[in-house]
C-alpha cells in the first residue's frame, strides 16, 4: 500500500492533513502526518514515527512530502524509513502545500511513479499564483 507522508516542523503537517479530510474521503486513511514540535528532539519524533511505521504493512511504501530539505524531521524521517528498509519503492520531495498534496493523494493509486513525480512538482508551481485584486465599486466575491 503506498501512503502520503506529510512530514514538518510543529503542527504544520497535521494541520495539512485536517485539510486534506475535506477533500479525501476515505482516502485520508492512507495520509500519515508527523511533525517535530518546539519542545520535542528528533530522537522523540523518531520514537513516534517507528510506531507508527510498525504498525504498518510490511509492502508499504511512502510518498514523503516535506517542508523542507535539510531539516530535522527530514532527515529524522528519511532515517527511519532507511533503519526499516522503506526509502526502496518510495520517494520524497522538500517543499509542501495543499494543491501538491492533494495531487499525490489522489494520484498515488493510478499513475505510476515517473508519472505521479511529474504531476506533483507540476502542480505544486501551479498552484503558486499571485492573485492581483482590482479594487472597483461594483466587484463581487464571484469575480474573484
Same mark, same amino acid.
Given at each position: ?15 495539512? &492533513?485536517?485539510?486534506? /479530510?475535506?477533500?479525501? +474521503?476515505?482516502?485520508?486513511? =492512507?495520509?500519515?502526518?508527523?511533525? !517535530? ?48 528498509? &522503506?526509502?526502496?519503492? /518510495?520517494?520524497?520531495? +522538500?517543499?509542501?502545500?495543499? =494543491?501538491?498534496?492533494?495531487?499525490? !493523494? ?39
Amino acid at each position: 500500500m503506498k501512503y502520503l507522508l506529510l512530514v514538518s516542523h510543529g503542527d504544520f503537517s497535521n494541520g495539512l &492533513k485536517q485539510t486534506l /479530510s475535506m477533500f479525501a +474521503g476515505e482516502t485520508i486513511n =492512507s495520509v500519515i502526518a508527523v511533525g !517535530l514540535k518546539p519542545d520535542e528532539t528528533s530522537t522523540t519524533l523518531e520514537h513516534h514515527f517507528e510506531t507508527i511505521l510498525e504498525k504498518l504493512p510490511t509492502d508499504a511504501q511512502f510518498i514523503v512530502l516535506a517542508d523542507i530539505i535539510g531539516g530535522s524531521p527530514l532527515t529524522t524521517v528519511c532515517n527511519t524509513l532507511n533503519k526499516y528498509n &522503506k526509502l526502496q519503492g /518510495s520517494f520524497i520531495i +522538500g517543499g509542501m502545500n495543499f =494543491s501538491m498534496a492533494l495531487t499525490a !493523494l489522489m494520484s498515488k493509486d493510478i499513475m505510476d511513479e515517473e508519472e505521479l513525480k511529474a504531476k506533483i512538482m507540476s502542480e505544486s508551481k501551479g498552484a503558486i499564483k499571485f492573485l492581483d485584486i482590482a479594487v472597483a465599486s461594483e466587484t463581487s466575491d464571484d469575480d474573484i
